[in-house]
C-alpha cells in the first residue's frame, strides 16, 4: 500500500528538475558589452531601441530615446496592418534613419498553426524583413534567458520587400 501511494510521487521527481540559476557574471558581461556598444555607436547617430528600452530610460546608455517604433506599438500596426504609421517606419528604416537598431533576433518564419501564429507572421512579414533589409546585425549578446541583437545600416540593400 505504501509502495502505491509513492509510486506517483517518484515519477514526479524524476521530471523535476531544479531551476537554472541566475548567473550573474554572465548577465554582468552581456549588459556591459551591450551598454559599451551602444554608447559607441550612439556618438554616430540615433540608436532606436525596438526592445530593452529601459537601458534609455534609467540613463544606463548616453543615447536620447526615440520615441517611434517600440516592440508593441509596432506589433499594434504590425496586426492592424496600419499603412501610414508602416510606411513612415520603412521610410525611416529606407534613409537609415538609426546609426543602430536595439532589438529582439529577427527571422521571417511563417507559422502555419500555433497560439501566437498571427502575432508572429504579422511581425515576420511586416516588420522584420524590412528590418533585415536595410539593416544587418552585427552584434549578438545573449543574457541568460534572452538574446538581443543590434543591427547597423546595410550599405547596398537588394531585393527588399
Known sequence: LALAVLMPFLFLLLVLSPYRKYDQVRNDAAYQELV??????????????????????????????????EAVTLMEMAMS?????????????????FAAIVAAKQN???????????ENNA???RVSPYILCYYHPVLT???????????????EATQCP
Open 123 to 125: 511581425w515576420n512579414s
Open 36 to 69: 559599451q556598444t551602444v554608447n559607441e555607436i550612439g556618438k554616430e547617430g540615433p540608436v532606436l531601441f525596438i526592445n530593452e528600452r529601459q537601458l534609455v530610460t534609467f540613463g544606463d546608455v548616453n543615447v536620447p530615446l526615440v520615441a517611434d517604433y
Open 81 to 97: 496592418n496600419n499603412q501610414a504609421y508602416l510606411r513612415r517606419f520603412y521610410d525611416d528604416l529606407k534613409v537609415h534613419r
Open 141 to 155: 549578446i545573449e543574457p541568460q534567458g534572452n538574446r538581443i541583437e543590434i543591427y547597423v545600416p546595410t550599405i
Open 108 to 118: 521571417v518564419a511563417i507559422k502555419d498553426s500555433g497560439p501566437t501564429a498571427e
